[in-house]
């Protein structure tokens, strides 16, 4: 049984990969950004390997984060899940980012520079990622007026990109990007037509099958199959210029020297 950690796995999508997962017997850590959430999943934490809590706005708590999962051990998979939708305003977090790109962006990056590198990586991204712009100028939307129906686009663009770099950087890895569906979670709403059931299978299904189907990397799928990605994606290009933009914006180079997992410069 394969040992996986779900961030963003107190309601939606994470919780319901996380009580597949468990059903299936694997051993699987959850995430919850604070006590309050973690409270509302008793049940689904008894039955799980452990709970890691932070905040993933935050890059010291995203850091915190990383040292309760490592401490649990080496995950065989990570299924970075969380995410947010349409925030009214830009944000600002203790580090000054857009909270849109800490979250969904900034947050999977440095948790993939500090957890022990795991041999599967599954990123939620979104169909509404070729709406992204490709331009990395201002990605942190500090020039720009404040739009939320672009900044989550953009976010599932780049988070996309950044499972196709690891792919190409890290060829003992399976990295993935999984597009959900429009689903009927609390960010998806109650009117969302897909299946809010597949919705979550994939991701469970690339994190611990042995079906060579599964066995991939560098891939962008929807209910198990995989599907064509926006065209920036597979652009080693902007690949290598999204890579080298978040190392600018965290302080973190995720591919250096070696073959090691990186830590953050002070």
Same mark, same amino acid.
């Given at each position: 049984?394969?040992?996986?950690?779900?961030t963003?796995?107190?309601?939606?999508?994470g919780l319901?990969?996380?009580?597949?997962?468990?059903?299936?017997?694997? +051993?699987?850590?959850? +995430?919850?950004?604070?006590?309050?959430?973690?409270?509302?999943?008793?049940e689904t934490?008894a039955?799980?390997?452990?709970?890691?809590?932070?905040?993933l706005?935050?890059?010291?708590e995203?850091?915190?984060i990383?040292?309760?999962?490592?401490?649990?051990?080496?995950?065989?998979a990570v299924? +970075?899940?969380?995410?947010i939708?349409?925030?009214r305003?830009?944000g600002?977090?203790p580090?000054?980012?857009?909270?849109?790109?800490?979250?969904?962006?900034?947050?999977?990056y440095?948790?993939?520079?500090?957890?022990?590198?795991p041999?599967?990586?599954?990123?939620? $991204?979104?169909?509404?990622?070729?709406?992204?712009?490709s331009?990395?100028?201002d990605?942190?939307?500090?020039?720009?007026?404040?739009?939320?129906?672009?900044?989550?686009?953009?976010s599932?663009?780049?988070?996309?990109?950044?499972?196709a770099?690891?792919?190409?950087?890290?060829?003992?890895?399976f990295?993935?990007?999984?597009?959900p569906?429009?689903?009927?979670?609390?960010?998806?709403?109650?009117?969302?037509?897909?299946?809010?059931e597949?919705g +979550?299978?994939?991701q469970t299904?690339?994190a $611990?099958?042995?079906?060579?189907?599964?066995?991939v990397?560098?891939?962008?799928?929807?209910?198990r199959?995989?599907?064509e990605?926006?065209?920036?994606?597979?652009?080693i290009g902007?690949?290598?210029?999204?890579?080298?933009r978040?190392?600018?914006?965290t302080?973190?180079?995720?591919?250096?020297?070696g073959t090691g997992?990186?830590?953050?410069? $002070?």
């Open positions: 049984m394969s040992r996986i950690f779900i963003g796995s107190t309601d939606g999508l319901a990969a996380a009580r597949t997962l468990i059903t299936q017997g694997h +051993h699987v850590v959850l +995430h919850a950004r604070s006590r309050e959430r973690a409270a509302a999943i008793a934490s039955a799980a390997l452990g709970l890691v809590i932070g905040d706005a935050s890059a010291a995203t850091c915190s990383a040292e309760q999962v490592n401490a649990i051990g080496r995950m065989d299924i +970075h899940n969380a995410g939708y349409l925030e305003s830009r600002d977090t580090d000054g980012h857009a909270k849109t790109l800490a979250v969904n962006l900034l947050a999977p440095l948790l993939t520079a500090w957890i022990t590198r041999d599967r990586l599954i990123y939620l $991204t979104s169909g509404m990622h070729r709406s992204g712009a331009s990395l100028d990605i942190d939307w500090k020039q720009r007026p404040w739009n939320a129906s672009q900044a989550y686009p953009e599932k663009l780049y988070i996309a990109t950044l499972a770099a690891l792919a190409r950087h890290w060829p003992d890895v990295s993935n990007a999984v597009d569906g429009w689903v009927p979670t609390k960010m998806g709403g109650a009117g969302a037509p897909d299946d809010l597949m +979550h299978l994939t299904w690339l $611990t099958s042995d079906d060579g189907a599964a066995r990397s560098g891939g962008y799928w929807y209910h199959q995989q599907r990605a926006a065209v920036e994606v597979g652009d902007f690949q290598d210029a999204l890579v080298e978040l190392a600018g914006l302080g973190v180079q995720l591919f250096s020297e997992n990186t830590k953050r410069r $002070t």
